[in-house]
């Protein structure tokens, strides 16, 4: 049997990850973002499954933005 987690099994290259998050408006309810690399483009999906997908500039664009977020 293979020593390599179902994560590294399902994706080896590491070209998605899960981000952890809470519902603004409902402090208990806890999900995650689910972070994917598709070629050249980025893909958020969202809960409960709304997903957006950022061409290079649009996904450089989002990650200024959240690196000036209060909560950062």
Do not use: Q
């Not at 049997?1 to 309810?29: G, I, Q």
């Not at 598709?38 to 997903?51: F, H, I, K, N, S």
Request: charged content about 30%; proline content about 8%; glycine content about 6%.
């Amino acid at each position: 049997m293979s020593e390599l987690s179902e994560t590294d099994r399902l994706d080896p290259e590491r070209l998605s990850w899960s981000v952890p998050c809470l519902d603004s408006e409902d402090d208990d309810a806890a999900g995650e973002v689910k972070v994917l690399v598709l070629g050249d483009r980025v893909a958020l999906v969202l809960p409960p499954g709304e997903t957006l997908v950022f061409t290079p500039d649009e996904a450089g664009e989002f990650a200024r933005l959240l690196n000036t977020s209060p909560g950062r």
